[in-house]
């Protein structure tokens, strides 16, 4: 076989050079195809269909991406978020209840990570501590994972048939962390999020359960559609980039940013466009569709907070969610006033607050984990 | 040689043969992504079994028959959507077959890498012939007399021949020497 190949890379250099002759030459070649007719009709095939070839030359991101996904550097990977649209992002709310109809098991206790802010995996019942050592040991056949401090990585080494286990990765307050799941696709959660994924992705569907927000990019393959769980809703991927914010006793809202999914509840069903979102207040009720604003809802990806007119309630709300703090207000009116604020995500709330104060409107009391809202109005 | 210069080496080994590996996958696959991503698997077995000191022949022999391999594990996995590969199912298991997709798809890469060898004017006359347009509808497009562009195309595929035949003389010379 291997001589065979030799001869028809041979040959197809003579093609080349045949189809690239102007005036008929009568040489070797064309005896050959007067010889062999399966062959002479290889070429006219090849001859018809060479007006539709790329001819464009490879391009160095090509080579950067395989490079990125195989020969692993160890190094810290970029903000990869707007790289390219062939990423489709599925952001699913874990909710914390799952019904466990895949393990049949009983939801191992909610873990109090010893490291406190370190975020931890879960695999049937041992849990690891994600921290800057590295996961060192780790007993599944065929499927290899790479961790650095703020990523972790799978891949399954082999094509034949894996057997799956659980994962869950819980992300405390505080943290945050990256995800590159079996298939390539790319999670980052946020605070405060629990995300539960099977390695490797078996069946006709990848699904996956998440509660508290997180921004997926997906890897595309039509043959297996990307689902992101949060309650009794799901998000199906069909090639996208978006983000699902999904925290327990809030509406979630799945804001879409490149590419298309399709949002569903118990009761309703919608297709978003990139810069819509779909809220959904409460089990049984309808999903309402809206403009949004990506800036806003992605600002997290980037460590920062950006509140567009909001009320007071609801910038404090998540900063109380961040910083784990409890709020209180002097009157009604006060959590209703609308704030607009862009800022780092500090690593106290002190230096948000003053941020707010500069605004000369409210003022704020700090008396341990409680903080006091007062308008000066 | 050094680790950075054999990584050096197999990167131009990957954008050079990049592409005819993943159209061969797509032939087998029928499907863009996937095509890719077996590409992509083919050449990091090439990766683990890299040596600089294989001829190219050596290096697409190896590629198409890994390529060959992943799309086989793909369609046995029925990864593949069946409907889109009906029609290719009995051929494409084929000697014949994979025989014939590598002919096809080293006849493109020679012509493509060929053709990005020549000067910008050339390659521009040289990419419009291929792609079907006539003489009179290049002569408009480039806004030039029909026969300055019969010369140009005399030129370009003048000095395109002389590159295919250049690698086909050194290959044939080094196999004398070698």
């Keep these: 076989m291997k001589q065979k190949i030799n001869e028809r890379l041979d040959l197809a250099r003579r093609f080349a050079r045949r189809l690239t002759e102007q005036d008929a030459v009568h040489d070797e070649l064309d005896r050959q195809l007067e010889e062999d007719p399966g062959l002479k009709e290889l070429y006219e095939d090849i001859a018809a269909n060479l007006h539709a070839v790329n001819m464009e030359p490879t391009g160095r991101e090509e080579w950067m991406d395989f490079e990125r996904r195989y020969l692993f550097s160890g190094r810290r990977r970029r903000n990869l978020i707007f790289r390219y649209a062939a990423v489709a992002c599925v952001l699913v709310a874990l909710t914390v209840g799952l019904s466990l109809y895949f393990s049949g098991q009983e939801e191992p206790p909610v873990v109090i990570s010893s490291g406190g802010n370190l975020p931890t995996l879960s695999v049937s019942d041992q849990v690891y501590a994600l921290d800057s050592a590295g996961i060192k040991q780790f007993a599944q056949q065929h499927v290899i994972m790479q961790q650095t401090e703020k990523e972790l990585t799978y891949r399954v080494d082999t094509v034949a048939p894996v057997t799956p286990e659980w994962h869950t990765i819980r992300v405390p307050r505080q943290a945050e962390f990256t995800l590159v799941l079996a298939d390539g696709s790319r999670v980052r959660l946020n605070t405060n999020t629990t995300l539960r994924y099977p390695v490797p992705f078996t069946g006709s569907t990848r699904d996956v359960w998440v509660e508290g927000e997180a921004f997926f990019e997906v890897s595309p393959d039509q043959a297996k559609p990307f689902v992101v769980h949060f309650e009794d809703n799901h998000v199906t991927v069909l090639g996208t980039a978006f983000n699902v914010s999904c925290y327990k006793q809030h509406p979630s809202r799945t804001t879409l940013v490149r590419g298309s999914v399709s949002l569903s509840n118990s009761l309703d069903s919608v297709v978003l466009l990139p810069g819509q979102e779909g809220i959904i207040r409460a089990s049984g009720e309808n999903i309402t569709v809206r403009e949004a604003d990506v800036n806003v809802v992605t600002a997290w990806l980037n460590d920062r907070f950006y509140f567009k007119e909001l009320p007071l309630s609801e910038i404090m709300r998540t900063l109380g969610e961040w910083y784990d703090v409890k709020v209180r207000f002097d009157r009604e009116s006060t959590a209703a006033m609308l704030f607009s604020i862009e800022t780092r995500r500090y690593e106290d709330i002190d230096s948000v607050l003053r941020i707010l104060e500069s605004t000369k409107k409210v003022s704020f009391t700090r008396k341990g984990n409680m903080i006091e809202v007062r308008s000066n109005l | ?178």
């Design chain 2, 1 to 178: 040689m050094k680790a950075s210069e054999e990584r050096k080496r197999f990167e131009s080994v990957y954008l050079d043969y990049f592409q005819a590996i993943r159209d061969f996958c797509n032939s087998f696959l029928k499907d863009g992504e996937l095509a890719r991503d077996m590409a992509q698997d083919a050449f990091f077995s090439l990766w683990n079994n890299f040596d600089p000191a294989y001829s190219e022949k050596e290096i697409l022999s190896f590629l198409y028959t890994a390529a060959r391999n992943k799309c086989f594990d793909q369609l046995r996995l029925q990864k593949v959507v069946e409907s889109k590969i009906r029609d290719l199912k009995d051929t494409v298991y084929s000697d014949m077959f994979f025989l014939d997709e590598i002919t096809r798809r080293e006849t493109y890469r020679i012509v493509r890498e060929s053709i990005n060898k020549l000067p910008d004017r050339s390659r521009q006359i040289a990419l419009l012939t291929l792609q079907g347009f006539s003489s009179q509808e290049i002569a408009d497009q480039l806004d030039v007399s029909i026969n300055t562009v019969k010369t140009l195309k005399k030129n370009a595929y003048a000095k395109l021949r002389e590159i295919i035949s250049n690698q086909y003389v050194i290959l044939i010379l080094l196999k004398y020497f070698i």
